[in-house]
């Protein structure tokens, strides 16, 4: 069936240096679209990145994502750590089939903690 | 802040209780989604409705559970029978067509049964 894999349930990374979150996915979506979303402690999940174009850099908040068909792979990235990046971040696919429905598909989340 | 409405903020119900949350989409769109998420963090996908109508939803919201849009508005998600096992964030989002498009979230009710 159609999934999405975040490997690791939990990133730990020092202040400064960069960080990458995994997301591989299984579709047999004809259409689909990639979101990364992030959820800060007692707040609702909110955007972070979307992209449907493969090979396709995509930056928002010091944050990148390039969406890579060949490898089903759509890496989260930053260069440089902050703080305040501490959260939870899912990766998410939207997929659809002529004529049905698009579906949202969640990976299970992976926690951010970036130290001093 | 949010421009999804959730309301009340924080639920408390004793087990067997009926429990009720609301969500106000934001205006204009048709698609509003409710998830539950507990302390693993997963979010779990409940139903979808599109222009008020249920399109999909789990097991799970079909046997103990009520949900509807009577209004582009307003939605409701309600639990006829409470259980342990419900305490959870519940968390309403909406987007302007479909999943295909970016969701907003609301701030969640967190329900507490016990």
């Known amino acids: 069936g159609d999934s999405v894999t975040q490997t690791e349930g939990l990133v730990t990374v020092t202040e400064g240096l960069p960080v990458k979150l995994n997301c591989t996915y299984q579709?047999?979506?004809?259409?689909?679209?990639f979101f990364w979303y992030v959820q800060y402690l007692n707040e609702a999940p909110q955007v972070l990145l979307k992209?449907?174009?493969d090979n396709k850099r995509t930056e928002h908040q010091g944050f990148h994502a390039t969406l890579h068909k060949s490898s089903s792979s759509f890496h989260l990235q930053k260069s440089s750590a902050q703080l305040s990046d501490s959260a939870l971040y899912y990766c998410?696919?939207?997929?659809?089939?002529?004529?049905?429905?698009?579906?949202?598909?969640w990976g299970l989340g992976t926690s951010l903690v970036v130290n001093p | 802040d949010a421009a999804v409405t959730q309301k009340p903020r924080y639920l408390i119900k004793m087990k067997g209780q009926e429990a009720e949350m609301k969500c106000i989409p934001e205006?204009?769109?048709?698609?509003v989604f409710w998830y539950q998420q507990k302390q693993s963090k997963e979010l779990k996908f409940l139903i979808y409705?599109?222009?008020?109508?249920?399109?999909?939803q789990i097991d799970m919201v079909k046997e103990r559970f009520s949900a509807v849009c009577p209004s582009s508005s307003l939605c409701s998600l309600g639990i006829r029978t409470c259980e342990a096992e419900d305490s959870a964030l519940y968390l309403c989002?909406?987007?302007?067509?479909?999943?295909?498009?970016?969701?907003?979230f609301g701030s969640g009710t967190r329900l507490t049964v016990l």
């Open positions: 992209s449907s174009t």
């Open positions: 409705f599109q222009n008020q109508q249920p399109l999909d």
């Open positions: 989002s909406s987007s302007q067509f479909n999943s295909a498009e970016t969701l907003y």
């Open positions: 998410a696919l939207s997929g659809s089939n002529v004529g049905d429905n698009s579906k949202l598909i």
């Open positions: 205006k204009g769109h048709t698609a």
């Open positions: 579709t047999t979506y004809l259409t689909i679209a």
